[in-house]
């Protein structure tokens, strides 16, 4: 059986996600797993999909860095599933089975995981550098805080006697956020 896992790192990016689905359907698979999650958070489905391959089944991701976070962390995934005697399909490799069991498939995979791992350490480095230029050009002012949007609607609850508990609820923000911005508001 062939099963499909396809990820994307947040929900802005579904055109991603659609891809990774009709390529995963062509190439046959018959079950897929898929999440919006960042690949250095907990990935649920990823682990459904370890643990709901048999032997014989395939396992078919469309890319490496849609499977794996690093080198270490592909070739655990790799340790597991030949554990089940199961195969890995990578397609832009451009669909073979990457035989792992083989040392030239093991050095193949190892190599390109290491590439891939190299092209996120770069594009983290030249993000940092863009984020650091724009801070000091006074263009980037970071993530919008998101409870303190709320301080008026805050302010006016308390006002009415309401406690940080109930604010919190109903503004839909954290009991800490409501503290914070009460302090906050305090002369």
């Not at 999440?35 to 395939?58: K, M, N, P, Y």
């Amino acid at each position: 059986m062939l099963i499909g896992y396809a990820r994307v790192s947040t929900t802005d990016q579904v055109a991603g996600m659609d891809v990774q689905r009709t390529d995963l359907l062509e190439t046959g698979c018959n079950k897929m797993f898929t999440e919006q999650v960042s690949s250095v958070a907990q990935r649920d489905q990823l682990s459904a999909a370890l643990d709901f391959c048999r032997d014989g089944d395939t396992l078919v991701v469309t890319r490496l860095d849609r499977l794996a976070r690093s080198t270490a962390d592909l070739l655990a995934i790799v340790a597991a599933l030949e554990a089940k005697q199961v195969g890995l399909r990578i397609l832009d490799f451009g669909g073979t089975l990457v035989d792992t069991k083989s040392p030239t498939g093991r050095m193949l995979l190892t190599m390109f995981a290491a590439v891939a791992e190299f092209e996120r350490a770069i594009m983290l480095e030249r993000q940092r550098a863009g984020i650091a230029k724009a801070k000091a050009e006074g263009r980037y002012r970071g993530r919008a805080p998101t409870a303190r949007r709320q301080s008026g609607r805050v302010a006016e609850l308390h006002a009415k006697g309401k406690g940080a508990s109930a604010i919190a609820v109903e503004v839909g923000i954290s009991r800490a956020s409501v503290y914070r911005i009460l302090s906050e508001a305090r002369p």
